[in-house]
């Protein structure tokens, strides 16, 4: 039996090609809480140096724009070897480019958060 309630987020994934920021919080607290299973990857496409003097958004992963193509084409095993983790089943401007980039290499359920990291960590 699994240790998360049956509250699940009020975003339609399916209907969606944004997640605002409202939205996007409210999954990330469910998930840091334990109300909802992470089924989803939030992937931060700044580059290194960007993330480095700032931080990722909480439950982010970090691929750079630049691989994201490369990263995407990757066997499982290969993916893994290179970033640490498991590969995905893939969830501003350089956003909605990976965004589309992961949607026209197949993957399906892609959400794109238009707002910048400044954006995140306002309010």
Known sequence: MSNYSTKTPTFNFKENKQINKQQLKELIDGVEKGDYEKN???????????????????????????????????????????FNRKKFDVSGKRSEMAADLARNMGYRNVLNYPGSFEDWVSN
């Open 40 to 82: 989803y990857v939030l992937i931060d496409v700044r580059n290194p140096t960007e993330v480095e003097q700032t931080h990722l958004i909480p439950t982010a992963e970090h691929i750079p724009l630049g691989l994201l193509p490369a990263a995407l084409s990757m066997s499982d095993s290969e993916f893994e070897e290179t």
